[in-house]
């Protein structure tokens, strides 16, 4: 590794999955080309693919009523695309607002549905997630969205939310892949990949399949879960490259012995941060310690600004992409899964210094 990068996304891939990468690039397998060379409905492609899903199923324990499609548009397509196929001919749709992602959800879907507020973390400046208990969910809608990470802000779940029969709906873009999750609680999940689980281009959705088949009249073919499953995601040309690099990321999970293992070290790195945050007066982190993102640790440095001089003399140490979000300001680390201990001790070691020459 060049570099210890702290990106939010696109963010660190594992320097495995790199090397393989840059070996198939030229000449892939018995293909003699580059995966980027030939057809998504080849046998050697189709293969991968499929694969890649056993590899999903494996990672998440996925039970078998649920599928696995690879989609393109982002996590933001999803915003339009869930409400097009789960609506189901409802009116309304509960969501959790938790901060900026959640938001951009609701926004998206307020085209499409009646939407209903059912929590606002607003009212707590997005520092904490608000109790179910305090909850007003609509027993009449046709789901409950929430986003289990919030990538800007740093908030995280460590818990599932109850919606008894409602199906629940989850953006796991920056938490997918990081601990092992219960996917029968589940109605859909979703995740883009660039995130946690390798570039962009690919969409991941999980979903009950009592769930598809329910589009709207007019949602856009590519859009429709039934035709996306009925194709096992090879409804038109998928970003073949892109799926490509996600199964190689599977892979290397499952080398390292998958989400539980990915778990334990994301715990390690995240508490490394932390600690280095509270044990000082010079940094800071305002989420309530209950929802603290392992993910994404936004931070302040000092009373005063000294945020552009933290990120020359990182980078000095070669620790970058360290910003915070352009409108959240301050300082952000990512510690996605290929993020490894020895970079968050550099980091760690680095603020330490830092605060003692500008504390
Ligand atoms: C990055 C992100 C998105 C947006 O993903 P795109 O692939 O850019 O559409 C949505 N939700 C969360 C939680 C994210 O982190």
Same mark, same amino acid.
């Given at each position: 590794?060049? @570099?210890?990068?702290?990106? #939010?996304?696109?963010? #660190?891939?594992?320097?495995? @999955?790199?090397?393989?990468?840059?070996?198939?690039?030229?000449?892939?397998?018995?293909?003699?080309?580059?995966?980027?060379? %030939?057809?998504?409905?080849?046998?050697?492609?189709?293969?991968?693919?499929?694969?890649?899903?056993?590899?999903?199923?494996?990672?998440?324990?996925?039970?078998?009523?649920?599928?696995?499609?690879?989609?393109?548009?982002?996590?933001?397509?999803?915003?339009?695309?869930?409400?097009?196929?789960?609506?189901?001919?409802?009116?309304?749709?509960?969501?959790?607002?938790?901060?900026?992602?959640?938001?951009?959800?609701?926004?998206?879907? !307020?085209?499409?549905?009646?939407?209903?507020?059912?929590?606002?973390?607003?009212?707590?400046?997005?520092?904490?997630?608000? =109790?179910?208990?305090?909850?007003?969910?609509?027993?009449?809608?046709?789901?409950?969205?929430?986003?289990?990470?919030?990538?800007?802000?740093?908030?995280?779940?460590?818990?599932?939310?109850?919606?008894?029969?409602?199906?629940?709906?989850?953006?796991?873009?920056?938490?997918?892949?990081?601990?092992?999750?219960? @996917?029968?609680?589940?109605?859909?999940?979703?995740?883009?990949?660039?995130?946690?689980? *390798? @570039?962009? *281009?690919?969409?991941?959705?999980?979903?009950?399949?009592?769930?598809?088949?329910?589009?709207?009249?007019?949602?856009?073919?590519? $859009?429709?879960?039934?035709?996306?499953? =009925?194709?096992?995601?090879?409804?038109?040309?998928?970003?073949?490259?892109?799926?490509?690099?996600?199964?190689? +990321?599977?892979?290397?999970?499952?080398?390292?012995?998958?989400?539980?293992?990915?778990?334990?070290?994301? %715990?390690?790195?995240?508490?490394? $941060?932390? !600690?280095?945050?509270?044990?000082?007066?010079?940094?800071?982190?305002?989420? =309530?310690?209950?929802?603290?993102?392992?993910?994404?640790?936004?931070?302040? +440095?000092?009373?005063?600004?000294?945020?552009?001089?933290?990120?020359?003399?990182?980078?000095?140490?070669?620790?970058?992409?360290?910003?915070?979000?352009?409108?959240?300001?301050?300082?952000?680390?990512?510690?996605?899964?290929?993020?490894?201990?020895?970079?968050?001790?550099?980091?760690?070691?680095?603020?330490?210094?830092?605060?003692?020459?500008?504390?």
């Amino acid at each position: 590794m060049q @570099v210890f990068n702290f990106s #939010a996304g696109p963010s #660190a891939l594992p320097d495995a @999955v790199l090397e393989i990468a840059k070996e198939d690039l030229k000449s892939w397998g018995v293909t003699g080309s580059s995966i980027m060379e %030939i057809s998504h409905r080849s046998s050697t492609f189709t293969r991968m693919a499929n694969r890649s899903v056993e590899n999903l199923r494996t990672l998440l324990q996925i039970p078998s009523n649920y599928k696995i499609l690879f989609m393109q548009g982002g996590a933001t397509g999803q915003f339009s695309t869930i409400p097009l196929n789960l609506l189901q001919g409802k009116s309304n749709a509960d969501y959790i607002n938790t901060g900026i992602w959640s938001l951009k959800a609701i926004e998206e879907a !307020d085209r499409y549905c009646k939407v209903n507020i059912a929590a606002d973390g607003s009212e707590s400046d997005f520092e904490k997630i608000p =109790d179910q208990e305090h909850w007003k969910l609509n027993p009449e809608s046709a789901y409950v969205h929430y986003t289990s990470n919030e990538t800007v802000n740093g908030i995280e779940y460590h818990w599932t939310p109850e919606t008894g029969d409602v199906p629940l709906v989850a953006d796991m873009s920056s938490q997918l892949l990081s601990r092992p999750v219960d @996917v029968s609680k589940y109605g859909l999940i979703y995740a883009s990949t660039q995130k946690n689980i *390798g @570039v962009s *281009g690919i969409t991941l959705v999980i979903i009950r399949d009592d769930l598809i088949g329910h589009a709207q009249k007019e949602t856009p073919g590519f $859009l429709d879960y039934q035709n996306i499953s =009925d194709s096992d995601s090879i409804y038109n040309t998928p970003p073949t490259l892109a799926w490509y690099l996600t199964n190689l +990321v599977f892979e290397w999970m499952i080398q390292q012995g998958g989400v539980q293992e990915m778990e334990k070290i994301n %715990i390690i790195k995240a508490q490394k $941060l932390y !600690d280095v945050i509270d044990q000082s007066d010079f940094y800071k982190n305002n989420i =309530d310690p209950s929802c603290r993102s392992r993910m994404n640790i936004p931070f302040t +440095v000092g009373a005063s600004d000294l945020d552009t001089q933290f990120l020359e003399d990182a980078s000095k140490r070669k620790l970058i992409h360290l910003n915070g979000f352009r409108s959240a300001g301050g300082m952000r680390a990512s510690l996605y899964n290929a993020v490894t201990e020895n970079a968050v001790d550099e980091l760690v070691t680095f603020m330490k210094d830092f605060e003692k020459n500008y504390g």
